[in-house]
């Protein structure tokens, strides 16, 4: 276990005690009351899949899926998830290490490039194909609209979120068939 | 980017949230879905010493249509609001707001009734709530006794991002009345990229009896004054629904509604939003007030 470094001197401010289950295990944590969802995963949880980029809400790459509906962790605070679900980009993937659709779809559609988006996209679109199996092109467009990719130009994340649609419905039938 | 030390109270029960909210006068803050208030904090551009978390308090999720008023309580996403089949037959205006404000994964969490207390000038709801004429129902607590207040849209919003509610006071629901026969309803905006905060935009309501068009309102987003409702069927006068002058409306509507530039768009550019998509938003309403009148005709 690696030693938690504390940038801030928050001895001076009261402490809360949350209880909050990420990725299938619960997980207590002691935060201030300003503490952002997205600071508490990536720093008192240790948990760096999900990125932090404009965090004022505007990026989505901080996105998380809180009780089955995908939200921004950095405009959401720590303890106001007390006793909710969470799942990070690390919780989508397989017990086994199996990629789950949406990231399989990333990787066949080169849907990413630096790759500081991805996780972002990733829960996003693995949250929006549990309400929307079959998405139309232009509901792919629709689901990704509120994230920012600076690399890719979105054609691929578009065709990685159909890829990933395709590849949840018929489980791992036509498995590398969109790789070009 | 980073909030400021703040206290935090997460009270389980309404009365306990109106107390700590009495308690706590100027010093306390709601947070109901936090998409407006984090980024303000993060940004320090507020520091309230005391946040109040309503989430856990139960009860504030629901959606009623009751005697002609639909009414969602301060727990109700976006979200929710727009997919709600009953909200949609009663007030159709809603869900055609709700799809341009932000993105899925903002309505998500953000409250309808957050964006109202909010009042942003280029939001869409605070434009929608004043030309409907709704209100928003506020409830405070002094010395153990509960009041409750309705304060109408054109008491509400005062200026931008200040409103009637006093700091004790919780926003617990917003009422709008269901529509008319009759009535057609329209937003019509236009944002650099969908989802954004719009440029500028307009929200009309029409009235068409038979076929005479009967009343005829806009309201403005990032575009005039906060609150108030721009008479256009004043201007038409008596004619058909099919009859409606939309150039002459246009150029009405940008001699009467003021503009200011910012960084997003120059006073001049918005004005002639304001001509263009008033044309737009005018000929949407009417249509489907014809096409509800038509509805209850056959
Ligand atoms: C990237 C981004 C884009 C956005 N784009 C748009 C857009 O295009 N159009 C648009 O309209 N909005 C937009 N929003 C804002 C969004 O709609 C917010 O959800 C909404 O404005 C506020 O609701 P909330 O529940 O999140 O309120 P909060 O952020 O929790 O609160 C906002 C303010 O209202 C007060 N408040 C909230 N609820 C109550 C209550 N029940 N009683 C008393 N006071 C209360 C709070 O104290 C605070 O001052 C955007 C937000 C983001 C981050
Ligand atoms: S970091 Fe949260 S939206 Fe950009
Ligand atoms: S891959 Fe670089 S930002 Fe999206």
Known sequence: ?180 | MKPSPLRYFRPTSLPDALDVLARLGDEGKVLAGGQSLIPLLSMRLAAPPALVDINSVPGLDEITVDAGTLRFGALVRHTDLERSDAAFAAQPLLRRALLNVAHLTIRNRGTTVGSVVHSDPSAELPAVLTLLGGSVVAQSRAGGRQTERKIPASEFFIGPLESALRPEELAVAVEVPVAAPGEGTALVELARRHGDYAMCGVVARAVVEGEQLKSLHATYISAGDMGSVVDLGAEVGAVGADQVDLDALGAFARKVVETDGDIHATAEYRSHLVQVLTARAVRAAVDDAVNDVRKEAS
């Open chain 1, 1 to 180: 276990m690696t030693e938690q470094v504390n940038l801030v001197d928050e001895s001076a401010e009261e402490l809360h005690d949350v209880r909050v289950n990420v990725n299938g295990t619960w997980r207590e944590i002691r935060v201030p009351a300003r503490r952002l969802l997205s600071d508490a995963l990536r720093h008192d949880m240790r948990l760096t899949g999900t990125h932090v980029g404009c965090e004022h809400g505007v990026c989505g790459a901080c996105t998380v899926i809180l009780d089955g509906r995908p939200v921004r962790s950095c405009l959401t605070l720590a303890v106001s998830v007390h006793g909710h679900e969470i799942t990070t980009v690390e919780g989508l993937t397989g017990p086994n290490g199996e990629l789950h659709p949406a990231q399989q779809a990333f990787a066949d559609c080169h849907g990413l490039q630096c790759g500081f988006c991805t996780p972002g996209f990733v829960t996003t679109i693995a949250a929006y194909l549990e309400e929307n199996p079959d998405p139309s092109e232009e509901d792919a467009t629709e689901a990704i609209s509120g994230n920012l990719c600076r690399c890719t130009g979105y054609q691929n994340i578009k065709k990685a979120v159909l890829r990933a649609a395709e590849l949840k419905r018929g489980g791992a039938e036509g498995q590398g068939e969109a790789r070009q």
